[in-house]
Structure formats: structure tokens, C-alpha cells
């Protein structure tokens, strides 16, 4: 079923996100910004945590996860083990989440607008896996540029 090869990729793409975030050098590069490069490797992060919190967790898993979009772009130096827990419970989120959701769930519409339109939520789930990638490419980038 779908949900068991998306879990995989979030797994395997949150495994590397802990690791990209362990590797900096310097723990106060994950907050640097230079130029045009305007997000830095702890707030995407925060952003992608607080992404699959919502759309998994809270709609799915009624975790009760209330998001602060701003905020995972507005704070700073969070320490980097905060970030690796908190990236950590996302993942063990997931693994609880996905074996709950149907068939059904996935052919249905999302159950909230994102996009001021409706989409099936298998079509959203998979935006959700390419949203992951997208970012973490950003901060693979971010640390080879910036952590020196």
C-alpha cells in the first residue's frame, strides 16, 4: 500500500536530515543565513518538523500539535539536540500514524484546505514526501556553503 512506501521515504529522509543536522562543524552555522540564502539549516528544519506535525500528526494522529508557521522561521539557536529529539518524535509519529490510515482515507479529500483547493490525500501525501526532499537538499547545500 501506499502509506507503507511513504513511511519508508519519511523514514529514510528524516534518518538523513538527523544526519545532516549532526554534521555541522559548528553548531551556530545550523542558524546562519549569507546573501541570498535567506533560510537557514535550523529554521527549515523547524519548518519541516512543524509541516509533518501538522498534516500527519495532527490531522491524522490527533496529537494535538498546534502550529506556529512563523515561529519555525522566526526562532533561533535552538540547541542542535532539540532539534535531533524533536525530529526523532516526528519520525516515531509517523510510524504510529501511517499503519492507521485506509484506503479510503487516501482516495478521500484531504480533510483541510492547504492550497485553497481540495486534492486527494494521497496526491498531498506524496507532496509531503517531495516538500521533504526539496528542503533537504537545501540544507545538504546550506551546510557544505556555510559551515567553514
Known amino acids: 500500500m501506499l502509506t507503507e512506501d511513504l513511511l519508508k521515504l519519511f523514514s529514510r529522509d528524516l ?3 538527523k544526519s545532516e543536522i ?3 562543524q559548528n553548531e551556530a552555522n545550523l542558524w546562519k543565513v549569507d546573501g541570498a540564502i535567506s533560510n537557514s539549516a535550523g529554521n527549515l528544519c523547524l519548518h519541516l518538523i512543524g509541516n509533518l506535525q501538522t498534516y500527519f500528526g495532527s490531522v491524522y494522529g490527533n496529537t ?6 512563523e515561529k519555525e522561521f522566526s526562532d533561533k539557536a535552538v540547541p542542535r539536540e532539540q532539534l535531533l529529539d524533536m525530529i526523532e518524535q516526528t519520525e516515531q509519529m509517523l510510524k504510529q500514524v501511517f499503519p ?3 484506503q479510503e482515507q487516501l482516495e478521500d479529500d484531504y480533510p483541510m484546505e ?3 483547493h481540495s486534492m486527494k490525500s494521497a496526491y498531498f501525501f506524496v507532496h509531503l514526501a517531495v516538500h521533504l ?3 533537504l537538499g537545501q540544507i545538504n547545500y546550506h551546510r557544505r556553503l556555510l559551515d567553514t
Not at 494535538?64 to 508557521?69: A, F, H, L, N
Open 22 to 24: 549532526s554534521q555541522y
Open 100 to 102: 492507521r490510515i485506509t
Open 114 to 116: 492547504v492550497f485553497d
Open 15 to 17: 534518518n538523513r536530515l
Open 133 to 135: 526532499g526539496y528542503h
Open 64 to 69: 494535538g500539535y498546534v502550529r506556529d508557521r
